[in-house]
């Protein structure tokens, strides 16, 4: 009996993604990408406390384009990370289950996070 033979289940076919799981997923990733980015900040740091030689590695490592780029993603992963958790927190007090308040929380969420991010950037490269 080979299993390249049967059917996949009916869900699979018909099933198409939505808001809610997307940024649901999209919460998870964030989550993990934020304690990757938390070591990387916690090298850069232990590196300014060993001393100006362990500094310069790491500084050589994350100065490039390619830093920019991460810190860049990493704070965007911080502001949705954020905003999706003050969205469930509002869900455990039992607000906003119904579809359209649910639609409405997620598309808030994705502004807030383009909104806070680019606030973040701005006010950060021009101090």
Not at 54 to 74: C, D, E, K, S, V
Not at 116 to 126: P, R, S
């Amino acid at each position: 009996m080979t299993r390249k033979n049967r059917p996949l289940s009916p869900h699979l076919q018909i099933y198409r993604p939505q808001l809610t799981s997307l940024m649901s997923i999209a919460h998870r990733l964030t989550g993990v990408a934020l304690a990757v980015g938390t070591l990387g900040l916690v090298y850069w740091l232990g590196a300014a406390a060993y001393g100006p030689e362990a500094y310069q590695r790491a500084h050589g490592l994350f100065a490039p384009w390619i830093g920019t780029l991460g810190l860049f993603l990493w704070s965007v992963a911080l502001f949705y990370h954020l905003s999706n958790g003050l969205r469930h927190l509002m869900w455990d007090l039992g607000y906003g289950f119904e579809r359209e308040a649910v639609y409405k929380s997620g598309y808030i969420v994705l502004g807030a996070t383009a909104v806070l991010t680019v606030l973040a950037w701005g006010i950060g490269c021009t101090v």
